[in-house]
């Protein structure tokens, strides 16, 4: 399994992002695919997942009402639109897949595949 990022870059505060990641390898469709990012010098850490039939999504606090995450399961691809970006949200963002079934969504063991990640930066 590969997954590819990208969309990232550098905005000013307040402005929009979309950043997406393309699975291949294997049926894209019965996967938990999340998006993580990892600031300097912090740890990585959730941002928002999504269940393979795109019905039960999930956020973090951090990010509810700005991020918005969403597949196309048709072109193995899962997607997040970031508005109203902060600084605070400065960061490398990671996206990440598993097949197995599991109830929790918001952990780093969660997942067994990670793709590269994409450097999102927000100016202020």
């Known amino acids: 399994v590969q997954l590819q990022a990208s969309g990232g870059g550098l905005v000013q505060a307040g402005g929009s992002l979309r950043l997406s990641c393309a699975a291949s390898g294997r049926t894209f469709s019965t996967s938990v695919m999340g998006w993580f990012r990892q600031a300097p010098g912090k740890e990585r850490e959730f941002v928002a997942a999504?269940?393979?039939?795109?019905?039960?999504?999930y956020y973090s606090d951090s990010v509810k009402g700005r991020f918005t995450i969403s597949r196309d399961n048709a072109k193995n691809t899962v997607y997040l639109q970031m508005n109203s970006l902060k600084a605070d949200d400065t960061a490398v963002y990671y996206c990440?897949?598993?097949?197995?079934?599991?109830?929790?969504?918001?952990?780093?063991?969660?997942?067994?595949?990670w793709g590269q990640g994409t450097q999102v930066t927000v100016s202020s």
């Open positions: 990440a897949t598993r097949f197995r079934p599991r109830v929790s969504v918001t952990g780093l063991n969660d997942y067994d595949y």
């Open positions: 999504i269940r393979g039939s795109g019905h039960l999504i």
